[in-house]
């Protein structure tokens, strides 16, 4: 029994060298997206709560700012008048309450706003891994785009494994095995729909600019996982020189592309003319007949 006691414990030791070596850089980039996540999901369910309790009080202010986190500071910092003030409202409907009630309104205020400041100090910390750990892939997708594809793989090295086609999809999951079990669309893209390039595209660029978005990312992560020179601002750049911005300006008309609409519409205008005055013939001709 002494020998198996002794295997026993080597073994135990080895597993648990093998758990601690484990841990590795990505595995904390995923913890920290996926608590910012939850950052998100408390923060807006708190701040839902709060303009319902503060509607109570001033609910012209409330309806007027919509932004979760502005709100929240503008109540702490300012009292009810400047709010009210600065929304160029002067009388409120809003009950008149005692302080005591002000602020317990407040206080809960400052704990939903103490969630926003956490929020922003993971931030900074997922920006400064992220830069350690795969630059090239914060430099193509930013920090909270590229962590999210992270946890959607399961580490740095699974997305290295994850072919482009897959990497286009990640995230829209629901709808790739409703396509493969009853038929429907494929979907064209995943999570990556967030990134600028695609999100400011028409609905007929989305599927396009996610293959090559995707491309893109899957030699980035290759490079960071394998310790490569750093070539994010060549990705990116092959990326906007193959979708650049569109300009502002009008588009030159082609000239006969003009003069072929020009007559086409007013072939068009022609028929509809043609097809009025018969109709206005024949409505007579009723009204002759009608007379007699």
Request: include cysteine; glycine fraction near 4%.
């Amino acid at each position: 029994m002494g020998k198996f006691d002794k295997l026993r414990e080597q073994s135990i030791l080895l597993v648990k060298k093998k758990l601690r070596e484990s841990v590795h850089q990505d595995t904390l980039i995923i913890q920290t997206i996926n608590a910012m996540e939850d950052f998100d999901k408390v923060a807006n369910m708190l701040t839902t709560r709060l303009r319902e309790w503060y509607s109570l009080y001033n609910p012209e202010f409330s309806e007027a700012i919509f932004n979760q986190e502005k709100f929240t500071e503008l109540i702490i910092k300012k009292d009810k008048k400047t709010l009210l003030r600065e929304i160029n409202t002067h009388n409120s409907m809003g009950a008149d309450l005692e302080k005591k009630d002000i602020s317990a309104i407040l206080f809960f205020a400052k704990q939903i706003n103490e969630l926003y400041i956490s929020k922003k100090e993971l931030h900074k910390y997922l920006e400064s891994s992220m830069k350690n750990v795969c630059p090239n892939l914060l430099t193509l997708t930013g920090a909270t785009l590229g962590a999210k594809l992270l946890a959607k793989a399961g580490s740095l090295k699974r997305l290295v494994m994850i072919p482009a086609s897959t990497i286009q999809v990640l995230g829209a999951e629901k709808a790739l095995f409703r396509h493969i079990k009853t038929g429907a669309k494929p979907p064209r893209h995943g999570i990556i729909i967030k990134h600028p390039l695609i999100a400011s595209a028409k609905q007929s660029e989305h599927g396009k600019r996610a293959r090559t978005l995707a491309d893109k990312i899957s030699i980035a992560v290759k490079v960071d996982y394998f310790k490569g020179k750093f070539i994010g601002d060549k990705l990116s750049k092959e990326i906007e020189e193959k979708f650049p911005k569109q300009n502002s300006s009008p588009k030159q008309v082609n000239k006969k592309d003009f003069k072929f609409k020009k007559e086409s519409h007013q072939k068009h205008n022609n028929k509809n003319n043609h097809r009025n005055n018969h109709k206005n013939n024949h409505k007579k001709n009723k009204s002759r007949n009608r007379s007699r």
